[in-house]
Structure formats: structure tokens, C-alpha cells
């Protein structure tokens, strides 16, 4: 019988971290092997270091040979594709993006990550170009792509219906300042958990902990949470979800601990 709900991948962002050395990662662990050991604990890690600039095929291959299966990697995409006045014209550096080995992670590859500046603000015309310029297959592989928007004026029931159009999914951010949108679109929901605090051991307290866990459970099994703000009309077809979960804050000590304790209340 097929699972009634989709996969919940859960995680940080990156692994190099100096301050994690001694509090995630044990005392003389080699650095060659913390991706190695943060692969064990999570199940998988949003990659950052694609924002700023290309990597080479080589190292995707060696990223991907060191986590094991079932692992998945989420990608930012170039901000010379997304930090640009005119998003009709981020054709030549999405596919540079690509061409510069991405697939090389094979299985491994989860969605990519689109994040605009807080600057960025809404224009239906030209951030629809942007979307119908995202690759949706390469070389007969499917590819998922969603975008996180930092700007008020994407606060919009338009800005729904054009990602609904186009079938790619809007980050859910909680976040001090950026706007939360949690409207459900597409086959997979995407979650950036950035209010945790590293006084606090686990990252969160256990009771926000435990409602992170039910709605990441509720997104899987096709749900929508009734507590998390919403700017579209109606709802999005129920079916399950996969969901990514990502626990990035200021000081992120606590990060992979936060991400342990939420795969265990998943699981």
C-alpha cells in the first residue's frame, strides 16, 4: 500500500561551521568528513555557497558520494539570477547555473532555491518571465524549483495565482521581518525555520517544537496548517507533500539540534 504522505527531509543550512565544532560535531573530527557526519544525523542540507558563486562538477560529485541514500541537497540558485532589475533577462545565468554541474548529485538533487533580496518588490509581468525561465526537465530529469520573496508587496493573492500557474512553490519563512507566506502550491512545500535561539538547547522550546512536527506532518499528508498566515483564495488540491524543513537562524549553534529533535518527532 502506498504511503499516504510524502517524505520530510529535514535540516540546516551548509555544514562548515567553525562554532559547531565541539557542540554538533565531536571534539577532532576530521573537517574533511563533517558533511559525512552531518549526513548521518539529518536527512538533508540546503547548500549556500551556489548563491555566490559557480561550483565545479567534481565537487557535487563528492558531495553526493559522501551522504548516504535518501540524502537529499537543496540548492540556492545565483543571485546573478535573481539580484538583477530585470528577471526576463536571468536566461544566460540559470543556465550557466546548471551547466556547471548541478546534476552531477544525481539522486541526491532536491529542489532549488530561488531567494530574492528584501528590496525585490512584486511585478506580475516580469517575475512570471522569471518562472517560465526555470527548467523543469534536463536531459529527461525532473527538476523542482521555489522561490523565496522578501518583499511586502508579494503579499498578493496575484502573486498566488502566478506561482499556481506556473506550478512552483513559495518558501514558507518564519522570519522576524520577511513576509510568511504559507500558501500551498505545487507537490512539495519548502520551510525555512529561522526564529531559534541559541540559549536555548534545542534550538526552540519543546512545545514549538512539537507544532513544527505537526505541521510538517499536515503539509506531507496534503494538509494545509490553519495557523500559519495565508494571502491566496482557496485551496490547493489535497494530495501528499513532500516537505523540506531547513533550520537556519542568527547565531545557529543550536540549528542541528533543533533539525535531530524534529526528525525524531517525525519519525
Known sequence: ??????????????????????????????????????????TSIEI??????????????????????????SLKGPRYATNRKVLAEAGD???????????E???????????????????????????????????GRSLRHVVEVRHDSFCAPDFIALLREHGIPVVYSEHATYPEIADVVGDFVYARLQKGKDDITAGYPPKALAAWAQRLETWASGGEPDD?????????????????AYVIHEGKVRAPAAA????????
Open 1 to 42: 500500500m502506498k504511503s499516504k504522505a510524502g517524505d520530510i527531509r529535514i535540516g540546516i543550512g551548509g555544514w562548515t561551521y567553525e562554532p559547531w565544532r565541539g557542540v554538533f560535531y565531536p571534539d577532532k573530527l576530521p573537517q574533511r568528513r563533517e558533511l559525512e557526519y552531518a549526513a548521518s544525523k539529518l
Open 48 to 73: 549556500n555557497g551556489t548563491f555566490y558563486g559557480s561550483q565545479k562538477p567534481e565537487s557535487f560529485r563528492k558531495w553526493a558520494s559522501e551522504v548516504p541514500d535518501g540524502f537529499v541537497f
Open 93 to 103: 545565468s540559470i543556465k550557466r547555473f546548471y551547466d556547471s554541474g548541478v546534476l
Open 105 to 139: 548529485l544525481g539522486d541526491k538533487l532536491g529542489p532549488v532555491l530561488w531567494q530574492f533580496a528584501p528590496t525585490k518588490k512584486f511585478d506580475p509581468v516580469d517575475f512570471g518571465a522569471f518562472l517560465a525561465l526555470l527548467p523543469r526537465t534536463i536531459d
Open 228 to 244: 500559519l498566515p495565508k494571502v491566496g483564495a482557496g485551496h490547493t488540491k489535497k494530495q501528499k507533500r513532500d516537505v523540506f
Open 260 to 267: 535531530m529533535e524534529l526528525i525524531r518527532l517525525v519519525s
